[in-house]
C-alpha cells in the first residue's frame, strides 16, 4: 500500500473515481467530489454537488477540462449531469434528464464524450444528448424503460452505439439522434457496453455470441461463439479483442 486516506466520516455507497492526464484522483462520494494528488494523496479541492449524490458511475473528463458527474438529487428518480471546472472547482452548469416526475429516468453506465465534445447519458428512459460547453439538450432519442441500459460507445464519425432496453442494439447519428441501423436480439441478451476497433468496427455480445459488424450497415462480419453470454469487449492496441463470458474465461480473439 502507498498510502491510505479517509475521505468523510459518513458511509456511502462505493465511491465513483476518475483521473486526469496530471494525475489527479476525483472521488464522488456523497454530496461532495474530492480532487486528491495521487501521489501524496493530499486533498486539493472538496467540490459540494449541492443536494445532489453522486450515483457510483464513473466521471468524465472532456478536453476542456469539464469533469461530467452523474448524480441523483435527493428523493428524485430523475438523474443530473454536474460540468465541473476541474480548474477552479466550480459547477459551469447542470443538465437534468428528467421528462415527468412519475418516470424513473437516472443516468444508467458511465457517459460518453462525442467528436464535437457532446456529451450521451443512457438514461430508464431513453438517450440524451448535451452539449458539453453549455448544457444545452440537443436530441433525446426515448427508448422504453429498463434497468438493464448501458452506456454508450462513440465511433471516430460520431455515431452512437448503445444497447436499448427493447432487447435492439441501435447505431444514432450522434448529430441529429436519428437511427442509422438496429440488431434484434433473438436469444441471450447481454446488454454491456460494445467496443470499437480502429477501423470503426462494433464489437458487442448478442445471442451467445461475440459479433463484429461494419459500424455503417450494421451487417455481421464475424461472429465468436462458446454458447454462453459475453461481457463488455476491449481492443488492445495490436488489435487483439478481449472479452470474458459468463463463466470468467478471458479470451483473445484476433480479428
Given amino acids: 500500500t502507498v ?3 479517509t475521505l468523510s466520516n459518513k458511509e456511502w455507497s462505493y465511491a465513483a473515481l476518475s483521473i486526469d492526464k496530471e494525475g489527479t ?3 464522488v462520494s456523497g454530496e461532495a467530489v474530492f480532487a486528491v494528488n495521487g501521489t501524496t494523496s493530499e486533498i486539493t479541492r472538496k467540490i459540494s454537488l449541492r443536494g445532489s449524490y453522486g450515483s457510483n458511475i464513473k466521471p468524465v473528463i472532456g478536453e476542456q477540462g469539464l469533469m461530467y458527474i452523474p448524480t441523483v438529487p435527493s428523493g428524485s428518480k430523475w438523474g443530473v449531469i454536474n460540468a465541473v471546472n476541474t480548474e477552479n472547482g466550480q459547477i459551469d452548469w ?4 428528467i421528462k415527468s416526475e412519475l418516470m424513473n429516468s437516472e443516468i444508467e453506465g458511465t457517459p ?3 467528436v464535437r ?3 450521451y447519458l443512457v ?3 431513453g438517450v440524451h444528448a448535451v452539449d458539453g460547453k453549455t448544457g444545452n439538450e440537443l436530441w433525446v432519442f426515448e427508448t422504453s424503460r429498463s434497468h438493464w441500459e448501458a452506456g454508450p460507445a462513440v465511433g471516430n464519425d460520431g455515431t452512437v452505439f448503445l444497447w436499448t432496453a427493447d432487447r435492439k442494439f441501435r447505431a444514432l447519428n450522434g448529430k441529429s439522434g436519428e437511427l442509422i441501423w438496429k440488431f434484434n436480439a433473438n436469444g441471450n441478451f447481454m446488454p454491456f457496453k460494445p467496443a470499437i ?3 470503426g468496427t462494433i464489437y458487442f455480445g448478442a445471442d451467445e455470441s461475440l459479433l463484429a459488424c461494419n459500424p455503417q450497415t450494421g451487417n455481421v462480419k464475424w461472429k465468436f461463439s462458446k454458447g454462453i453470454g459475453f461481457g463488455s469487449p476491449i481492443v488492445g492496441s495490436n488489435g487483439v479483442l ?3 463470458h459468463k463463466y470468467n474465461t478471458l479470451f483473445a480473439i484476433d480479428k
Fill in 112 to 114: 460518453a464524450i462525442g
Fill in 25 to 27: 484522483v476525483y472521488v
Fill in 197 to 199: 476497433g480502429a477501423d
Fill in 3 to 5: 498510502w491510505t486516506k
Fill in 117 to 119: 465534445g457532446e456529451i
Fill in 94 to 97: 447542470k443538465y437534468s434528464t
Fill in 123 to 125: 438514461t430508464k428512459e
Fill in 242 to 244: 478481449y472479452v470474458t
